[in-house]
């Protein structure tokens, strides 16, 4: 990692003076703690500009940052999990944190986390729809022989009720 990326005057807006080749790590360090551009661009300094377009330009940069983002939801999802099962404790846990706006949050990043794992583990995005396709058939073929057994139930017991 270490691609060199120019920016305009007005990209370096808001960067500390002092800048340094470190801001890197405390970035990722911060997104996936906090999965938040604009706060992890804060702590570390630099102007979100400098950092979309270090991703856009780094290719190493852009694969750290999607894991940062996957850590952040795997955080995200197992704080959201942990305060629906216990709730939150008056007076405990100073933070605010929304449980409807974190779910929404969640729902909207299923695909590009599951997109990231399928990277990861060496399966293109076709075989996983493929997969996930097969599983969806093999419900419906259950739902359907499940409803013909209800059907069947049906009419034995009326053919049943019939006969006495």
Do not use: C
């Not at 120019?6 to 911060?30: I, M, N, S, Y």
């Amino acid at each position: 990692m270490g691609t060199q990326v120019k920016l305009r005057a007005v990209q370096k807006e808001g960067e500390k003076p002092d800048l340094d080749r470190h801001w890197r790590a405390l970035f990722l360090d911060t997104l996936a703690e906090t999965s938040n551009v604009s706060e992890a661009a804060r702590v570390s300094g630099a102007s979100k500009s400098r950092a979309y377009k270090t991703r856009k330009l780094d290719p190493e940069f852009r694969r750290l940052w999607n894991e940062a983002l996957m850590e952040g939801y795997a955080h995200l999802e197992m704080e959201t999990l942990e305060r629906l099962r216990f709730g939150v404790v008056a007076g405990k846990d100073d933070r605010k944190f929304d449980i409807a706006n974190a779910l929404r949050l969640l729902a909207m990043h299923r695909e590009t986390v599951a997109h990231q794992r399928a990277l990861e583990s060496e399966e293109d995005e076709e075989s996983v729809l493929e997969s996930l396709n097969e599983k969806l058939e093999m419900m419906r073929l259950r739902e359907a022989e499940v409803k013909q057994m209800l059907l069947e139930d049906g009419r034995q017991g009326h053919e049943r009720d019939a006969g006495d």
